[in-house]
Every structure is written in C-alpha cells, then in structure tokens.
C-alpha cells in the first residue's frame, strides 16, 4: 500500500501546493485558500480583485500545462447522478462560505499557521466527509 | 506585479493537485474510505503542503508587510463560532459526496467534463447562497 510510486508524487505535489501558499504570502500578503480567492472573485462590489480571477486563471491552465509538459494526464472519474452532483456542488459552495475557508485556506494556510479555527475546521469536514463516504459505500453500498 | 504572482500562485496550485493527483476524485474518495481499499495519497499531499507553509510562514509574518503590498491580509476570526462547525460538516459531506473540494473542482474546469461543470455551478449556487444567508443572519 505505502510504495514509493504513492508517496513521492503526493509528496511533490503536495510541496507544490505549500511553495504557491508561501509565494502568495510573502509577495501579496494573501491567503491561499481558493474557496476565499473564489469569493473575491466573485464580490460585486467592485474593488480590485483582477488577481482573484488572476489567480483562479492560472488555477484552470495549470493540469493543462502538467499534462502537456509534466507527463501527467486527465483523470478519468466515474459518472455522478445529477442529484448527488447538484447536492454535493451546493454543499460544497455553502458550507466553505459558512466556515470560512476549504481544505487549502483552512489545510495548507490555517494549519501552516497554527490557526485554531482551521484546525477544528479540517478535523470536522475530514470526519465528516469519511462518514459520508462510509454511509454511502458500505451502508447503502451504491 | 501582484497580478502576475496570483497567476503563477494559482499555475504552481494547480500543478500541484495534478501531480498528485488530488484533481481525480476517485482518489480522494479513496483517501475518505477508511473502511475500504484505503488511500493514503491525500495525507501525504497535505502532509507535504503543511510542512512548507508552517516552516515559510514563521518566517514569512515576521515581516511587517509583504514584497509587493502594504499590510498582509489574513483572517480577523480567532475564536470558534458555530458558522465555522456547521460550515465544515456541510462542506464535509459535500467533499465525501463527489470527492472534489473547491481547489480541484476549479483546476478541472479546462477538461470540459459536463459533470463536473454542473458541480463548478452548483458550487457557485452554493457560496452565493452562503452569502445571502449570512447577511439575512448577521
């Protein structure tokens, strides 16, 4: 289960993720949380935010460019109903709202520094997000 | 200058996820599947990310501002409130639901995947919702 083929790309991945954090920081003062960057992006009530959409850019070209440089390629992901889809969007979209932040702004930022409320944050959406997957896959087995 | 390190923050992001392939939702929910054929890539992912952001942003917040703006932009909440818990056990299920959270769900957009559009707009459905409900609650 633990070879190397599983841990060194999710350990370079996951370096990748932390450096673009620190960049953001350091240049920008920002916090890299994208549900966050997301909300900028989306505020109409003017103000500059071409860095948000800036940013949210640079998001949707980077797994082009890995996987036309990088040698990786595009996942291929089961089929999701439109229900569970539409219903899993919408609490996604709400509750990284509602609490402030999603696994890269309360993950990756709060916990890199050692932000309470990203702490608590990430073990409840972690706890839940396994029970959801327990409760669909081995008590109703869909 | 700003606007260029938000592209190149957002590119390296994303690279990132597809590196490791956080951006394929089947291994996150594998990851999420303690009971099952569990995954442990994701820990690892965010194992390495929280590793580099907790040694750099000591470092980083001693600064009195950041290289290219006036004031650093972080959150003003420090206690908990019920926003933050009821916010994560909806997000929580949502996550365990579909396997995406906002950053892949983004990423993937370019893959032109119908499924996962209708999840980006349901997505935005969603925070715009979150918004209209606490301004009513506020």
């Known amino acids: ?142 | 200058m700003r606007n260029v390190v938000a592209l190149l923050a957002g590119l390296i992001f994303s690279i990132g996820l597809a590196q490791s392939e956080m951006i394929n939702p089947d291994r996150v929910l594998g990851f999420l599947d303690i009971f099952g054929q569990w995954d442990p890539a994701l820990a690892f992912v965010l194992g390495g990310a929280v590793v580099v952001t907790m040694l750099t942003f000591r470092v980083i917040l001693k600064r009195t501002h950041p290289l290219l703006d006036k004031e650093f932009y972080l959150p003003a909440k420090e206690s908990l409130d019920s926003s933050l818990i009821a916010g994560a056990v909806l997000f929580g299920i949502g996550w365990g639901l579909y396997g995406y959270c906002p950053g892949p769900a983004l990423a993937a957009i370019a893959y032109l995947e119908p499924n996962n559009g209708l999840f980006v707009l349901s997505l935005l459905v969603g925070t715009l919702l979150a918004r209209w409900w606490v301004s009513r609650h506020a």
Do not use: Y
Not at chain 1, 29 to 46: D, H, P, S, T, Y
């Open chain 1, 1 to 142: 289960m633990l070879s190397f083929d599983v841990v060194l790309p999710a350990l370079l991945g996951g370096v990748l993720i932390g450096l673009s954090a620190s960049v953001l920081l350091l240049f920008n003062g920002r916090i890299m949380g994208v549900c966050g960057i997301l909300n900028q992006a989306i505020n109409f009530k003017g103000g500059s935010n071409l860095w948000a959409w800036l940013f949210l850019l640079g998001l949707v070209a980077g797994p082009l460019a890995s996987d036309a440089f990088l040698g990786t390629s595009q996942p291929v992901f089961e089929e999701r109903t439109l229900l569970v889809t539409i219903v899993a969007g919408l609490l996604v979209g709400f509750g990284t709202s509602l609490g402030s932040g999603c696994t890269s702004g309360h993950g990756v930022c709060g916990i890199g520094r050692l932000s309470q409320r990203s702490i608590v944050s990430v073990l409840v959406f972690m706890l839940a997000a396994m029970v959801t997957v327990f409760v669909f896959r081995h008590m109703w087995g869909a």
